[in-house]
């Protein structure tokens, strides 16, 4: 059965950093792309960053480009998410998710709060 | 950038009804599409994909339709269990979520 922990979020003051994880298990972590998506309070989805299967290449959203950035540990079937230089519009519910082929978001973790906030 | 936009934002049927739910592409994106339930405090779940393909384990009261630009999401007989909010989201350019449409119980 896939799963999918997301770990790491809480609160944060603006300017701050946090490092977001999730951990895999049952599948093979990397012959998956991965994904975070996250969701601000109230409102919708929106992608964030992602990382191909067997590629070393990552891809950001123009609104996190140069702040965030993306890794993957398949040693330890781990997903990251360095977050720097936060502002109070990142605060969001952030979800990893395995994205097949990169087409579709089939398996989601529970997602982790990250509020930035003084 | 693809601009995905759902109508209506809410609706609200009563048990049994078929709801209906469009998606509108800012540009032809094929049959790149997919469809999500989330219910409150829950992760998305994937329910359709490629357009109009059922993922494994999703009712058959589900359905989707639609290429280029116009797509649809279809419940055939509205289930308690059905409230929630949809999303569309494409993946021709990148991926993109539509605003999401909640459903409500009349």
């Known amino acids: 059965e896939v799963q999918l922990l997301d770990s790491g979020g809480g609160l944060v003051q603006p300017g701050g950093s946090l490092r977001l994880s999730c951990a895999a298990s049952g599948f093979t972590f990397s012959n998956y792309a991965m994904s975070w998506v996250r969701q601000a309070p109230g409102k919708g989805l929106e992608w964030v960053s992602g990382?191909?299967?067997?590629?070393?290449?990552?891809f950001y959203a123009d609104s996190v480009k140069g702040r965030f950035t993306i890794s993957r540990d398949t040693s330890k079937n781990a997903l990251y998410l360095q977050m720097n230089s936060l502002r109070a519009e990142d605060t969001a519910v952030y979800y990893c998710?395995?994205?097949?082929?990169?087409?579709?978001?089939?398996?989601w973790g529970q997602g982790t709060l990250v509020t930035v906030s003084s | 950038d693809i601009q995905m936009t759902q109508s209506p934002s809410s609706l609200s049927a009563s048990v049994g009804d078929r709801v209906t739910i469009t998606c509108q592409a800012s540009?032809?994106?094929?049959?790149?599409l997919n469809w999500y339930q989330q219910k409150p405090g829950k992760a998305p779940k994937l329910l359709i994909y490629?357009?109009?393909n059922l993922e494994t384990g999703v009712p058959s009261r589900f359905s989707g339709s639609g290429s280029g630009t116009d797509f649809t999401f279809t419940i055939t007989s509205l289930q308690p269990e059905d409230i929630a909010t949809y999303y569309c989201q494409q993946y021709d350019n990148f991926w993109t979520f539509g605003q999401g449409t909640k459903v409500e119980i009349k």
């Open positions: 540009q032809d994106i094929s049959n790149l």
């Open positions: 990382v191909p299967d067997n590629d070393d290449r990552t």
């Open positions: 490629d357009a109009s």
């Open positions: 998710a395995t994205n097949i082929g990169g087409r579709r978001f089939d398996h």
